[in-house]
């Protein structure tokens, strides 16, 4: 047996770790990374700050884990009400607000619910339930779930109305859940963005939207230097800048995705 | 039977247009688990050839745990080791959550088991063959171990390639502490796992094929290499 190249294989294996620039963690959702944005913002960020932004893409739950723990350095999250639990619990410095999509609803074409002349989110979750038509939730403490918690709660419509034969938890990010509504032919709630995006559409059609109350905010939270002294706070302030300056707000602005403008810059300077 | 056909076509042209990051995912696999593989094997096959020579009380209740931590679910392993790397766990200090470092850890605990196992099989049928022998000969435990290690290479080779088949194909544990982040801890399982999110069927598909071929060409290549099936028996 000759070792020689087996040697070789193994020492290459371990050449792993490569120098790195300056990088600074940050943790968004899902729903912000599968819009496309990111891949926008992102070279621009290295190409005007020099700082090189890693992405992990959670759940806005898990996300403000990641920050209490100091395992970022940053998190850009869509939930105000745990941003500012966040912020006052001394995780995060403060809460920035950055811009705004809006979150829309998807069901079979036919819609069997009726959904589509609905005059507001409320009532359109009203139909869902009373026809017992099939709805997928995301169930994974994500912002967007959240969000939906808070429409039926809106709705008059609570845990226990909501049975099983008709709402199905999946348990998962948004693509993994239109995945989900697309298999059982469900209506489901997700952001815009992700669902122009989605490659498996199947029967599934946009049915409703524009109700303010589905408009969605994102806040851009640095973590706290003195809860965790290895955050990289000062880069953290400068991405922070650029995300407030006018060459973000014209990236964001004029974002379109087949045909449409996804996010609203509203950043207060 | 089109998302299938689709997804080949798909493999074929990210292979023939030489893809920057295909290549960059499929290298980072293939790092982080032979890196495992290799780590694994300097303490699994030690540890496994040790345990069929040496005699002890407890013996068989330790094979027997780590035959049954041959089947230790990746997604727990990847929560226990995220949960110790990270920045509020014991070692935290050292930054490594979410680093290529982290996800060879957490295969390293995945794969030791396994490759324990197998070679404490291979080696104690081999120790039967042997023991009379070396025992006359009045070798001491350490050659004993060192002339089983090198006569028993070839089912020891099988070992570790079991593991890196159970290590390239793994996705629990490293997504769970690599944090699947582009051009940083992003390897072909993890991606695969994004794309099917984003309902890119054909795009999964393709690094699932592109994969398996990963898998089967490292086997092939090592087998060449050693000489199996080649000259004789050994």
């Keep these: 047996m000759k070792m020689g190249p087996l040697l070789a294989l193994t020492l290459w294996a371990l050449s792993t770790v490569s120098a790195q620039a300056e990088s600074l963690k940050m943790a968004v959702t899902t729903s912000f990374h599968n819009s496309g944005l990111a891949e926008v913002l992102l070279p621009e960020i290295q190409k005007d700050t020099g700082i090189e932004v890693q992405l992990l893409v959670v759940g806005t739950g898990q996300a403000l884990r990641l920050g209490e723990a100091g395992d970022v350095d940053a998190i850009l999250v869509h939930s105000k009400a745990a941003e500012e639990e966040f912020v006052?619990?001394?995780?995060?410095?403060?809460?920035?607000?950055?811009?705004?999509?809006?979150?829309?609803?998807?069901?079979?074409?036919?819609?069997?619910?009726?959904?589509?002349?609905?005059?507001?989110?409320?009532?359109?979750?009203?139909?869902?339930?009373?026809?017992g038509a099939s709805f997928v939730s995301r169930g994974d403490d994500s912002g967007t779930h959240k969000k939906e918690l808070g429409l039926w709660a809106d709705a008059g419509i609570d845990a226990e109305a909501r049975?099983?034969?008709?709402?199905?938890?999946?348990?998962?990010?948004?693509?993994?859940?239109?995945?989900?509504?697309?298999?059982?032919?469900?209506?489901?709630?997700?952001?815009?963005?992700?669902?122009?995006?989605?490659?498996?559409?199947?029967?599934?059609?946009?049915?409703?939207?524009?109700?303010?109350?589905?408009?969605?905010?994102?806040?851009?939270?640095?973590?706290?230097?003195?809860?965790?002294?290895?955050?990289?706070?000062?880069?953290?302030?400068?991405?922070?800048?650029?995300?407030?300056?006018?060459?973000?707000?014209d990236l964001i602005d004029g974002y379109v995705l087949e045909g449409g403008r996804l996010f609203v810059f509203n950043a207060k300077r | 039977m089109n998302d299938i056909l689709a997804g080949l076509l798909h493999a074929a042209h990210l292979i023939f247009t030489l893809d920057a990051d295909l290549i960059e995912i499929s290298l980072r696999s293939l790092r982080v688990t032979l890196s495992a593989v290799l780590v694994?094997?300097?303490?699994?096959?030690?540890?496994?050839?040790?345990?069929?020579?040496?005699?002890f009380r407890f013996r068989r209740l330790v094979i027997a745990t780590l035959n049954a931590l041959m089947g230790l679910p990746?997604?727990?392993?990847?929560?226990?080791?995220?949960?110790?790397?990270?920045?509020?766990?014991?070692?935290?200090?050292?930054?490594?959550?979410?680093?290529?470092?982290?996800?060879i850890i957490a295969?390293?605990?995945?794969?030791?088991?396994?490759?324990?196992?197998?070679?404490?099989?291979?080696?104690?049928?081999?120790?039967?063959?042997?023991?009379?022998?070396?025992?006359?000969?009045?070798?001491?435990?350490?050659?004993?171990?060192?002339?089983?290690?090198?006569?028993?290479?070839?089912?020891?080779?099988?070992a570790s390639l079991a593991g890196f088949g159970r290590g390239i194909g793994e996705v629990g544990a490293i997504m769970i502490v690599g944090g699947n982040i582009d051009h940083a801890t992003r390897v072909l399982t993890t991606a695969i796992s994004l794309e099917t999110g984003k309902g890119n069927f054909a795009l999964a598909l393709a690094l699932g094929f592109i994969l398996i071929g990963l898998a089967v060409a490292v086997n092939l290549i090592i087998h060449s290499l050693s000489r199996t099936e080649v000259s004789g028996r050994w």
């Design chain 1, 88 to 131: 006052l619990g001394g995780f995060g410095v403060h809460r920035r607000e950055i811009m705004f999509n809006d979150f829309v609803f998807v069901g079979p074409s036919a819609d069997p619910a009726g959904i589509a002349g609905a005059a507001s989110a409320t009532e359109a979750l009203g139909l869902i339930a009373q026809n």
């Design chain 1, 163 to 249: 049975a099983v034969s008709w709402y199905k938890e999946a348990g998962a990010g948004m693509g993994a859940s239109l995945n989900t509504a697309s298999g059982l032919n469900a209506y489901i709630m997700t952001d815009r963005a992700s669902w122009l995006k989605f490659g498996n559409k199947g029967d599934l059609a946009l049915l409703y939207a524009g109700d303010p109350a589905l408009f969605n905010q994102y806040a851009y939270l640095p973590v706290s230097p003195e809860m965790h002294g290895h955050v990289k706070a000062e880069l953290a302030l400068q991405l922070e800048d650029w995300l407030v300056s006018d060459r973000a707000r």
């Design chain 2, 40 to 55: 694994s094997s300097l303490i699994g096959l030690p540890l496994g050839c040790w345990l069929a020579v040496q005699r």
């Design chain 2, 74 to 103: 990746p997604v727990v392993v990847g929560l226990i080791v995220y949960l110790l790397l990270s920045r509020s766990g014991p070692f935290g200090v050292f930054g490594l959550l979410f680093t290529p470092t982290a996800m």
């Design chain 2, 107 to 158: 295969q390293v605990v995945i794969l030791t088991p396994l490759i324990a196992s197998i070679s404490h099989q291979a080696i104690r049928d081999l120790w039967a063959e042997y023991h009379d022998l070396l025992i006359s000969l009045n070798t001491t435990r350490r050659q004993r171990i060192m002339t089983l290690l090198w006569d028993g290479r070839r089912a020891l080779l099988t």
